[in-house]
T-cell receptor, first 114, second 113 residues
Framework: DQQVKQNSPSLSVQEGRISILNCDYT??????FLWYKKYPAEGPTFLIS?????DKNEDGRFTVFLNKSAKHLSLHIVPSQPGDSAVYFC?????????????FGKGMKLTVNP | DTGVSQNPRHKITKRGQNVTFRCDPI?????LYWYRQTLGQGPEFLTY????????KSRLLSDRFSAERPKGSFSTLEIQRTEQGDSAMYLC???????????FGQGTRLTVV
């Protein structure tokens, strides 16, 4: 069963506009959520995270919103830049037993057109 | 320290052969993870070490897979009697205990022919 779902496989936006990437989860025990960005032939790179005790976290052009009641989070990128073109993974952890293993979604390919 | 290092970057092997991958984590990180990523999927957790102790293994890690982290430094992942279904990107990550996120290496792409 897919505990972390990214239902849209791809998104294309114009440079300067907002990119909104969505993620849903099913496990109520998840208490920490992360977004990773991945370029071809590279490993995932951490982008931004949010604890379940918050509903928003902002870092420069990137903002993550968490709606616990809906088990939904989203990543907003404003303004989008061509260098943001990559695959974005939503991930979650439950911190069971102190482990921070991550459960990932399938990823979504973002293309930002100049 | 330039990050998590994985070797080799690519490995092509014949079905039935054994392969071993190496991961060198960020030096001060005591936690080390192995993940596997297949085409169109996100990374899937395989196993996790804290220092030299292997604390958790996924049911994805069949008995053909073994991982070690001697002395709590680098780690190796061995796959015995490889099968075509083992073809994937194998990712290593490291973090500090209590750290908020893990740092990933570039991965080892395994192709079993």
């Amino acid at each position: 069963d897919q505990q972390v779902k990214q239902n849209s496989p791809s998104l294309s936006v114009q440079e300067g506009r907002i990119s909104i990437l969505n993620c849903d989860y099913t496990n109520s025990m998840f208490d920490y959520f992360l977004w990773y960005k991945k370029y071809p032939a590279e490993g995932p790179t951490f982008l931004i995270s949010i604890s379940s005790i918050k509903d928003k976290n902002e870092d420069g052009r990137f903002t993550v919103f968490l709606n616990k009641s809906a088990k939904h989070l989203s990543l907003h990128i404003v303004p989008s830049q061509p260098g943001d073109s990559a695959v974005y993974f939503c991930a979650a952890s439950a911190n069971e037993g102190g482990s921070e293993k991550l459960v990932f979604g399938k990823g979504m390919k973002l293309t930002v057109n100049p | 320290d330039t990050g998590v290092s994985q070797n080799p970057r690519h490995k092509i092997t014949k079905r039935g052969q054994n392969v071993t991958f190496r991961c060198d984590p960020i030096s001060e990180h005591n936690r080390l993870y192995w993940y596997r990523q297949t085409l169109g999927q996100g990374p899937e957790f395989l196993t996790y070490f804290q220092n030299e102790a292997q604390l958790e293994k996924s049911r994805l890690l069949s008995d053909r897979f073994s991982a070690e982290r001697p002395k709590g430094s680098f780690s190796t992942l061995e796959i015995q009697r490889t099968e075509q279904g083992d073809s994937a990107m194998y990712l290593c990550a490291s973090s500090l205990s209590g750290g908020l996120w893990a740092f990933f290496g570039q991965g080892t792409r395994l192709t079993v022919v």
